[in-house]
């Protein structure tokens, strides 16, 4: 499975014009907890880690940003779907082995339902 996050990237304080994209790995949850162990308390059922290469995170000004997960259905296109929005990563992003956390959106997808429909 494929996962990309759009970011807007910072540099130097000044947000990227262009809507930004990268591919990212999504730890898994046993994984996401031990490597953010020291620096956060990350809470699998609501949180989602990803990312974790130098050069490929999110940054400062993306939060509520989109993980997405492309997924093909037999001959047809992948779809995408929206598994995550960017919440928060260490402070010199890109440039860490750490992840980024995500808050996980099937756990809030019926907060979301009711909420829509009004």
């Known amino acids: 499975m494929t996962y990309h996050s759009f970011y807007c990237f910072l540099v130097k304080e000044v947000t990227h014009p262009v809507l930004q994209t990268v ?4 730890l898994d949850s046993e994984v996401c907890v031990r490597k953010m162990r020291k620096a956060t308390t990350v809470n ?3 949180q989602i880690c990803a990312g974790g290469e130098i050069g490929k995170d999110s940054c400062g000004g993306d939060s509520g940003g989109p993980l997405m997960s492309a997924q093909a259905i037999d001959d047809m296109p992948p779809r995408y779907f929206i598994i995550g929005l960017v919440s928060f990563g260490v402070k010199m992003c890109g440039m860490s082995t750490m992840p980024a956390v995500y808050t996980r959106v099937s756990s809030y997808l019926q907060w979301i339902l009711d909420n829509i429909r009004r």
């Open 44 to 46: 699998p059922s609501k």
């Open 23 to 26: 591919t990212v790995p999504v």
